[in-house]
Every structure is written in C-alpha cells, then in structure tokens.
C-alpha cells in the first residue's frame, strides 16, 4: 500500500479515448500503444502540441522547446545530429513528464527448424509473406 486511493472504470476502446480526451475521469489514464518503425519520431511525436486536436497527444501537453526539437529531428538527416536532438528532447519530456512510462513489453519470436525466411523484426512486426516451410 502506499496511501493513493484509486476508483478503476473500465471502458469500451472508443469511449475510452473520449472521456480520456475530455478530461472527464480526473488525471490519470492508462494509455499504450506499439512503435512500427523504430525511430525515435515514432514514439516522441505523439506529444507535439500538433497532435493535440487529433487526440494522439492525449496529454494535451504543449510546449514550444518540444515542438521545436521535434520539428529538427524530422528535417535532421545527420544521424549523429539526430541523436542530440532527441537526447535534448527526452531530457525534457523527463523534467517534465507529460506522460509516465510504466513497461516496455519485450517481443519474443520462435519457430521450428523447418521455417524458413522468419526473421524477427526490431519492432514486433514480422514480415511473414517470405516466410516457407
């Protein structure tokens, strides 16, 4: 126990994204979602003060510096710049903690011997229409 008392609702998935939206259930919500590419954009994108009205940024966090460095790191091809810029921008999102990251599921992969041209994406997304047997 550590003295916070809670009161879970549980909600359809749309339903859900409404009220946790609206800010009608208080301040907390319980959101996740899955990268499909694995650049840091994918993830740190979410919480552009752009992505407010389309309900991605389900924080409504806003904040100037973060659309900034947000927008360098999508106009940056330099990888080493890159880098910087999105080291820059989690120490921020750290300070500021818009959001609190609870888990990082760790995706496993297996198959028999027999299968062939499996090969176990970085992000959890499998390619399996090269895949014989």
Not at 81 to 98: F, H, N, S, T
């Amino acid at each position: 126990k550590i003295g916070v008392k809670t009161n879970i609702k549980v909600y359809p998935w749309k339903e859900y994204k409404d009220v946790l939206y609206k800010g009608e259930e208080g301040e907390v919500g319980f959101y996740g979602w899955v990268g499909d590419n694995g650049d840091a954009d994918n993830f740190l994108s979410l919480l552009s003060s752009h992505e407010i009205e389309s309900t991605l940024n389900s924080a409504k966090y806003a904040n100037p510096k973060v659309d900034a460095l947000l927008e360098q790191g999508t106009k940056t091809s330099d990888p080493k710049a890159r880098v910087k810029i999105y080291q820059d921008l989690q120490k921020i999102l750290i300070d500021e903690a818009p959001w609190v990251y609870i888990s990082h599921a760790e995706d496993l992969a297996a198959c028999k011997p027999t299968v062939k041209n499996f090969y176990p994406h970085p992000t959890g997304v499998s390619w399996v229409n090269i895949v014989t047997k």
